[in-house]
C-alpha cells in the first residue's frame, strides 16, 4: 500500500460554505467512480455553526408546513448538564442508562469534486445535493456510487431524527438527480450496492444496528429492482482481531476481481479508532466468504489521519479499480480526503498472512 504523497488532497481550505452563517467542518468519506475523462467524487461535506466551550450551536433542517427550511438550535452547556457533549460529532442523553443521540452537532450535504489525473481535484462552490426530504433533516452522509450501465446510483445514509436510513437516487450525468426514496429503513447504513446483477439478482451489503444487543455487523440482502430488498441475513462480523471488535461496515462498492468479488469494509475497535481491511467475494454467491485480512491494510498512523474532527480515523466509501491497481479514496479524521493505491498482488497476500 502507498499512500499519495500529495495527501491529503483535499481539505476544509478547498470548500465553500453551503451558506454564510455556516462553518465548514470537513470533507470526507466521499463515493468514486469514473465519468466521461474524469474521476469524480461525491463526496460529505460536514458544516456547523460555529460551537465553543460554553455553547453548541447545532444546523439542522426545521419542518413547516411540507417544506424543510434551515434553522440553528442553540445549546448552552451548563444549562443542559443531563446531555453529554464529550464526542465531537454528537450531543447524547442516557435514557434509561442507554445512551442516545439528541443532536449532530453537524449538519452534512453532498458535494461533487472533478479531477482528470485523480489527485487534484476541484470542489464545486456549490452543493450537488442539499436536504429535501424529513428523513434526511440531519443531513446527508458518506455516498456510494454504483455504475450499472449509463445508470449512477447512489446510495447515502439519510438522517434524522428516528435515526439513520439508507436513501437511493439515480443519475446518468450528475447534474440531475431522481431521488428513489429510502431503501433500508433506521437503523441502517454503510449500505454498498454490487455493480450487476448476480444470478438475475441485485446483491447490497448493509449494516442494521440495535441499541440493546450486540454490536453492530455487516448483512447481506437481494433485490430485483434495486429498490425492494430482502433476504436479509448476517453476513461478516469481522476477523475476531482487537483492531474490529467494536463495529465493522461496508467500505467501497465491491468489483470483480479473477478471484471473485473484492471489497474494502471499514472496522472499529471498542475507543473508535477506524481502521480499513478487506474480504474475498465468491464470483457468482456473494454470501460465500472466500478470504479475508487478519489486520488491517490502511489503520491511522499519520498526523492528517490520527488528528481532526473525529480522531484516529481511515473511512473509505468509494475505489477506482484499474487493471491490476486500485485507486482507493478515504476519509482522514473526519474532516479530509486522502488516497492510498494498492495492486491486487497485495491485497491477495495480506489476506493470505
Known amino acids: 500500500m502507498t499512500r499519495c504523497r ?7 481550505q478547498n470548500v465553500t460554505p453551503s451558506r454564510p452563517d455556516l462553518h465548514v467542518e470537513g470533507i470526507f468519506n466521499c463515493g468514486a467512480c469514473r465519468f466521461q475523462n474524469q474521476i469524480l467524487l461525491v463526496c460529505r461535506v460536514s458544516e456547523s455553526a460555529g460551537n465553543t466551550e460554553e455553547e453548541v450551536k447545532i444546523p439542522l433542517m426545521k419542518k413547516s408546513g411540507n417544506e424543510l427550511h434551515p434553522g440553528i438550535i442553540c445549546l448552552i ?46 470542489v464545486d462552490a456549490k452543493p450537488m445535493l442539499l436536504p429535501e426530504t424529513e428523513e434526511e433533516s440531519w443531513g446527508m452522509e458518506d455516498p456510494r456510487i454504483t455504475q450499472i450501465g ?3 446510483y447512489i446510495s447515502y445514509t439519510a438522517v434524522s431524527p428516528q435515526g439513520p436510513a439508507t436513501g437511493l437516487m439515480h443519475t446518468r450525468d450528475f447534474q440531475n438527480f431522481e431521488r428513489l426514496g429510502i431503501i433500508f429503513a433506521p437503523a441502517n447504513k454503510d449500505v454498498v450496492i454490487f455493480p450487476q446483477k448476480i444470478n438475475g439478482k441485485y446483491y447490497a451489503l448493509n449494516r442494521p444496528a440495535s441499541l440493546d444487543f450486540g454490536p453492530p455487523v455487516i448483512w ?34 465491491p468489483f470483480l476481481t479473477e478471484k471473485g468479488w473484492l471489497e474494502f469494509y471499514h472496522a472499529a475497535d471498542e475507543q473508535n479508532r477506524y481502521c480499513l481491511g478487506a474480504i474475498l467475494l465468491d464470483r457468482n454467491d456473494p454470501s460465500r466468504i472466500l478470504a479475508r485480512t487478519r489486520e488491517p491494510l490502511i ?6 489521519e490520527q488528528n481532526g474532527f473525529f480522531e484516529n480515523t481511515v473511512f473509505t466509501c468509494g475505489c477506482i479499480p484499474e487493471k491490476n491497481r486500485i485507486i ?3 476519509g482522514a479524521a473526519d474532516d479530509k480526503i486522502c488516497r492510498a493505491d494498492f495492486t491486487l498482488r497485495e491485497v491477495f497476500k495480506a489476506m493470505e498472512s
Do not use: C, M
Not at 100 to 121: E, M, N, P, Q
Not at 299 to 304: A, R, S, T, W
Open 6 to 12: 500529495q495527501n491529503p488532497l483535499l481539505t476544509v
Open 77 to 122: 452547556k451548563k444549562e443542559h448538564p443531563e446531555l453529554d457533549f464529550s464526542d465531537s460529532r454528537k450531543v447524547v442523553k442516557k435514557v434509561n442508562g442507554i445512551q442516545k443521540t439528541v443532536y449532530l452537532t453537524s449538519f452534512s450535504h453532498l458535494r461533487l469534486a472533478h479531477s482528470t489525473d485523480g489527485i487534484y481535484f476541484k
Open 150 to 152: 449509463t445508470d449512477y
Open 220 to 253: 447481506i440482502s437481494e433485490s430485483p429492482d434495486l429498490i425492494h430488498w430482502g433476504k436479509q441475513r448476517k453476513f461478516f462480523s469481522g476477523s475476531g482481531g482487537s483492531w474490529e471488535n467494536g463495529r465493522v461496515g461496508g467500505g467501497t462498492v
Open 299 to 304: 489503520q491511522p498512523e499519520k498526523d492528517y
Open 328 to 330: 482507493l479514496y478515504y
